[in-house]
């Protein structure tokens, strides 16, 4: 198995795909994923586009659809969620299609969603993640952090860095056996870093400060807190995740 890590989809070698493709966007995307899959959604579908979004959500029951939209770290107007992980309740998602758009992590899921095998993955479900590439064993696992607007982003990198770090763990392997690229050698560095202060990196970084000026502090806290959801959120069709069944 090789890991590669790139800190942001623009980074991903053109014309190619992994056996395995992660994407990561730790504030927020793919932790609300996470947890709007853990309350019983039942599915999400993603989307770079508004517009397209609302098309497509129009042609679903309107009692069985949410429609999620954030831009620079705010709820998109019309929209029934914004990107808060800590919306996502059983009473608001349970059993509902959540059709998400959000600054950069749905652009990161569209950019792999070619790939053999799409996981979307975040902090807080590091080890169900990790659990399951060990046992599929891909040939290649691309970690694909959203970063913000086309830039690098601490908190996917230091993700990344966790999910590499106990691949590594759990493999029994050296460092040098699977590294695919520098960036992956750099991630495991700051996540090694970091590790006993994740919350205090995220404060530094670029989007937690944004997050900060919104009061989004509970969001923060919760994001940053790794292996609280044992979920596997999985592309089943184009663009549409899913909870992994057993």
């Known amino acids: ?68 939209g954030e831009r620079g770290g705010a709820k998109v107007a019309g929209c029934d969620l914004g990107n808060s992980p800590l919306d996502c309740t059983p ?13 950069n ?25 990790v659990d399951y590439v060990v046992s599929q064993q891909p040939e290649t696992v691309w970690m694909v952090g959203s970063g913000w607007e086309g830039d690098y982003s601490l908190e996917d990198t230091v993700c990344a860095g966790a999910i590499a770090d106990s691949i590594i763990t759990k493999l029994g392997v050296k460092l040098s056996d699977v590294a695919g690229n520098d960036e992956l050698v750099a991630s495991i560095a700051l996540y090694r870093q970091w590790q006993d202060n994740l919350l205090d990196l995220f404060y530094l ?7 900060v000026k919104l009061e989004c502090f509970d ?28």
């Open 1 to 68: 198995m090789k890991l590669y890590t790139y800190h942001t989809p623009e980074r991903t070698p053109s014309g190619e795909l992994p056996v395995c493709a992660i994407a990561i966007d730790v504030l927020r995307a793919t932790t609300t994923i996470s947890a709007a899959l853990n309350s019983g959604a039942e599915a999400i579908q993603a989307f770079s586009n508004m517009d397209v979004l609302m098309q497509v959500s129009e042609k679903w029951p309107a009692e069985l659809r949410l429609r999620g």
């Open 91 to 103: 009473a608001v998602v349970k059993g509902k299609r959540l059709f998400i758009s959000t600054t």
């Open 105 to 129: 992590g749905t652009r990161t899921l569209e950019r792999i969603q070619g790939a053999k095998i799409v996981l979307a993955a975040a902090l807080v479900n590091r080890h169900a993640i």
């Open 205 to 211: 970084a670029s989007h937690g400060q944004r997050l």
């Open 219 to 246: 969001d923060l806290k919760f994001c940053a807190t790794p292996d609280t959801l044992n979920i596997v959120p999985i592309q089943t069709s184009l663009g549409v995740l899913q909870s992994l069944k057993p």
